[in-house]
Structure formats: C-alpha cells, structure tokens
C-alpha cells in the first residue's frame, strides 16, 4: 500500500515527465504539427522563463512572510544567563537507603 506522501509524489513526478515531454515536443518538432517553427518556440520558451521567474518571486515571497512572521530568537545573554543560573541551582537532597527502608515497612501496613 502506497502512503499519502508517496502518492503525491508519485503524481508529481507523473506530471513533471508528461510536461517536459510535451515541452520538448513543441520546442523541437512544431512543423509536424502543423505550426509556424518561431513563434511556437518563442511562446513555449516565454511561458517557461515565466513560471520559472513567478515560481523565483513565489520562493522568495515565502522566505519574507517566513521571516516576517516568526518571533525573533532570545539572545545569547539571555540564554547564557539560563544555562549558568541552571548549573547554580542546588540539588535536591537524595534519600539514603536506610531512610527509605525505614518508612517502606510503615507504608505497607496501610
């Protein structure tokens, strides 16, 4: 059983070959298509640098909405202070063995 990513993936590449067959078709062979050879090869390379300088503007769009909605980090003051502040901090007392023996009788009894 394929999962849910493997299937989007799955289609995704499906879908990136058929494209760049189809691309490589139109730019290479338009006569036999019965098209005029320049203007389908002008057009077929215009919609590619296109999608591929939206899809540069898109990517960078991310990365500012990324930057412009994420807190900043604490400063490295801050979290050095932490660090040390944590290494000062006394431990809490152990029980020794025979604290513990002592009081495990009277807690089975109840």
Do not use: H, N
Not at 16 to 29: D, E, K, N, W
Not at 60 to 75: C, D, H, S
Not at 85 to 104: D, G, Q
């Amino acid at each position: 059983m394929v999962s849910k990513d493997q299937g989007i993936g799955g289609a995704i590449l499906a879908v990136c070959v058929i494209v760049a067959v189809g691309y490589v078709v139109l730019v290479s062979i338009p006569s036999t298509l019965g098209l005029d050879a320049g203007t389908v090869r002008l057009d077929a390379v215009l919609v590619l640098v296109s999608i591929a300088f939206i899809a540069i503007l898109a990517i960078g769009a991310w990365i500012g909405w990324t930057m412009a909605t994420t807190p900043p980090p604490k400063p490295i003051e801050e979290i050095t202070t932490e660090i040390e502040e944590k290494k000062e901090e006394p431990k809490v007392e152990e029980t020794t063995p025979s604290e513990t023996s002592a009081t495990e009788p009277a807690k089975k009894k109840k």
